[in-house]
Nanobody, 119 residues
Framework: QVQLVESGGGLVQPGGSLRLSCAASGSTSRFTFSNFAATWRRQAPGKERELVAAITGGGDSTNYADSVKGRFTISRDNTKNMLYLQMNSLKPEDTGVYYC????????WGRGTQVTVSS
């Protein structure tokens, strides 16, 4: 079992920045965070959950939704079992619940953190 806890969401004005964090922990001493690829996904009210950004287990490759390219940066610190999403130049359409997601043999989800971009 893997537990994921997101933090860092909140209310921000358009053009502002937020940094989301996701703390990962495993139920056994053999848990190795770098064995898991990871994504950030978001769900806006009335819409389906969508991929925002993805990163490989080693952090050497990333991928982004077209809507966030150049504004968001996904990163990870495998020594701390942490996943991050730096969000700059935020827009109202970035509003939603942001979820941390990791997978290896199995897939795991956090409970999400609310991001609201509004003036």
């Amino acid at each position: 079992q893997v537990q994921l806890v997101e933090s860092g969401g909140g209310l921000v004005q358009p053009g502002g920045s937020l940094r989301l964090s996701c703390a990962a922990s495993g139920s056994t001493s053999r848990f190795t965070f770098s064995n898991f690829a990871a994504t950030w996904r978001r769900q806006a009210p009335g819409k389906e959950r969508e991929l925002v950004a993805a990163i490989t287990g080693g952090g050497d490759s990333t991928n982004y939704a077209d809507s966030v390219k150049g504004r968001f940066t996904i990163s990870r610190d495998n020594t701390k079992n942490m996943l991050y999403l730096q969000m700059n130049s935020l827009k109202p359409e970035d509003t939603g619940v942001y979820y941390c997601n990791v997978w290896s043999t199995f897939e795991y989800w956090g409970r999400g953190t609310q991001v609201t971009v509004s003036s």
